[in-house]
């Protein structure tokens, strides 16, 4: 257990629906970041928060948003779903400065049928 | 921005034997990370070896240790003593000091035989 909880584990949908996507970091992590893993790729990155305000953005699309609440679990939002956005989302915490690389969280596998 | 590479998609290594996974980076800051993930069949995203920029040293973890090249962008990963559960894919990544964004390459498969 990494510490970062992703959930659901598994998502099928349609498309043109919407879902949502949860993340909770690691405990003391004040910073969390989305990435898009789509099949035999890279991971992509999407956005980063950093309590609770958006601080980079990659190549999210515009579909595509996300939030960090008070209690710093991140929630990202996927909408009007395209089979294209069939992938492995990746949640990751970390300290905003810290050296050691990012915590993973297990990722969320969404499959658009 | 910073970019990765790896040039080898695919790599296999028999078991007992040693391997290095190669990659190169583009950045004109002086100061920042470097880190090798690992991703095996389950998908789980494992940090395996991280190296600081302004340090000479080169790092070691048990089997796994690197080769940090600065001058030349280069930091390769050298897994000794191939075990099976070393399968997986591996990614080189980049994170700059201010730590906004991980940075990835597009990763090498690595398959230990038996």
């Known amino acids: 257990d990494s510490g970062v909880t992703q959930t659901p584990k598994h998502l099928i949908t349609a498309t043109g629906q919407r879902v949502t996507l949860r993340c909770s970091p690691r405990s003391g992590d004040l910073s969390v970041y989305w990435y898009q893993q789509s099949l035999d790729q890279g991971l992509q990155f999407l956005i980063q928060y950093y309590n609770g305000e958006e601080r980079a953005k990659g190549n999210i699309l515009e579909r595509f948003s996300a939030q960090q609440f008070p209690d710093l679990h991140s929630e990202l939002n996927l909408s009007s779903l395209e089979l294209g956005d069939s992938a492995l989302y990746f949640c990751?915490?970390?300290?905003?400065?810290?050296?050691?690389?990012?915590?993973f969280g297990s990722g969320t596998r969404l499959t658009v049928v | 921005a910073q970019t990765v590479t790896q040039s080898q998609p695919e790599m296999s290594v028999q078991e007992a034997e040693t391997v290095t996974l190669s990659c190169t980076y583009d950045?004109?800051?002086?100061?920042?990370?470097l880190f090798w993930y690992k991703q095996p069949p389950s998908r789980q995203m494992i940090l395996v070896i991280r190296q600081e920029a302004y340090k000479q040293q080169n790092a070691t973890e048990n089997r796994f240790s690197v080769n940090f090249q600065k001058a030349a962008k280069s930091f390769s990963l050298k897994i000794s003593d191939s075990q099976l559960g070393d399968t997986a894919m591996y990614f080189c990544?980049?994170?700059?000091?201010?730590?906004?964004?991980?940075?990835f390459g597009e990763g090498t498969q690595l398959t230990v035989n038996p």
């Open positions: 950045t004109s800051e002086n100061n920042y990370y």
């Open positions: 990544a980049f994170l700059e000091t201010s730590g906004s964004r991980l940075t």
């Open positions: 990751a915490s970390s300290q905003l400065t810290g050296p050691y690389g990012y915590t």
